[in-house]
C-alpha cells in the first residue's frame, strides 16, 4: 500500500472550512483513498473515501486531483467536536486484494471558537 | 446495528504478567484487525483476519502476542509477558468484505498500562 504525507497539525476557525490535504505521489491505479478521523480516547471513525472522482457525503468531501497523486479532505463547516486527529489511507480494497488499513502519523485538526 | 465490541476497556498489569483482550466484531464481518496505538502515534496493525484464517501477521511480535478467532466470529489477542514498552490502547476493527463495504469499524479500545 502506497505512503502518505499529511502535515502533523493544522488550526481552523469554528464555522469556516478545513481543508485538510494528503500527498499520495506513489498511489497506484486500484488504490483508494481513505480518510479516518479519531477524536481523543475513541476507536478511528471512517469518513469518506474515493478513487478517481470527487466524492461528498454528510460529513465531508473529498477532492482528488487528476493525477491522483494528493487529495484534500473538506470539512465544510467545522464544528469544535470536528477536533481531532485525521488520517489518509491509500489501499487497494476489498481485503481480498491485499488491501489493509495502514495509517501514518495523521494531522491533528483543532478547531477554535 | 451494534459497534465493535471489546473489553476490558482499562487494564493495569506488572511486567511479566499476561494479559488478554477480547473483540467481538460487527455481525456479519469477515475481516477482523488488530491494531496497537501507542501514545502520539498512529495506529499499528498488529493481525488482520479473514474468517478464522490469519492475512497478515507481519508485525505481530510473536515471541510474545497470539491472536486467535475460533469459529471466524470473536477475537482474542494476548501477550505473555508483557513488558513496559507494551503499554498502548488496543483496537479492534471489523469490515465487510466488498467494494463498497470494505470500510473497517473499530471498537473503543482496550488501554493497557504495564507498570
Known amino acids: 500500500d502506497a505512503k502518505t504525507t499529511q502535515p502533523p497539525s493544522m488550526d481552523c476557525a469554528e464555522g469556516r472550512a478545513a481543508n485538510l490535504p494528503c500527498n499520495h505521489s506513489?498511489?497506484?491505479?486500484?488504490?483508494?483513498v481513505y480518510w479516518y478521523r479519531q477524536i481523543h480516547s475513541q476507536g478511528p471513525q471512517y469518513i469518506i473515501h474515493g478513487l478517481k472522482n470527487n466524492e461528498t457525503n454528510e460529513m465531508a468531501s473529498l477532492i482528488i486531483t487528476e493525477d491522483r497523486k494528493s487529495s484534500t479532505l473538506i470539512l465544510p463547516h467545522a464544528t469544535l467536536r470536528d477536533t481531532a486527529v485525521y488520517y489518509c489511507?491509500?489501499?487497494?480494497?476489498?481485503?481480498?486484494?491485499?488491501?489493509?488499513?495502514?495509517f501514518g502519523q495523521g494531522t491533528e485538526l483543532s478547531v477554535k471558537p | 446495528e451494534a459497534g465493535v465490541a471489546q473489553s476490558p476497556r482499562y487494564k493495569i498489569i506488572e511486567k511479566r504478567q499476561s494479559v488478554a483482550f477480547w473483540c467481538n466484531p460487527i455481525s456479519g464481518h469477515a475481516t477482523l484487525y488488530w491494531y496497537q496505538q501507542i501514545l502520539g502515534q498512529g495506529p499499528k496493525l498488529l493481525i488482520q483476519f479473514q474468517n478464522n484464517g490469519v492475512v497478515d501477521d507481519s508485525q505481530l511480535p510473536k515471541d510474545r502476542f497470539s491472536a486467535e478467532r475460533l469459529k471466524g466470529v470473536d477475537s482474542t489477542l494476548k501477550i505473555q509477558p508483557a513488558k513496559l514498552e507494551d503499554s498502548a490502547v488496543y483496537l479492534c476493527?471489523?469490515?465487510?468484505?466488498?467494494?463498497?463495504?470494505?470500510?473497517?469499524?473499530f471498537g473503543p479500545g482496550t488501554r493497557l498500562t504495564v507498570l
Open positions: 506513489t498511489i497506484s491505479g486500484n488504490e483508494y
Open positions: 489511507i491509500v489501499r487497494v480494497s476489498p481485503w481480498s486484494q491485499g488491501g489493509k488499513l495502514i
Open positions: 476493527a471489523s469490515s465487510l468484505d466488498g467494494l463498497a463495504g470494505d470500510l473497517g469499524f
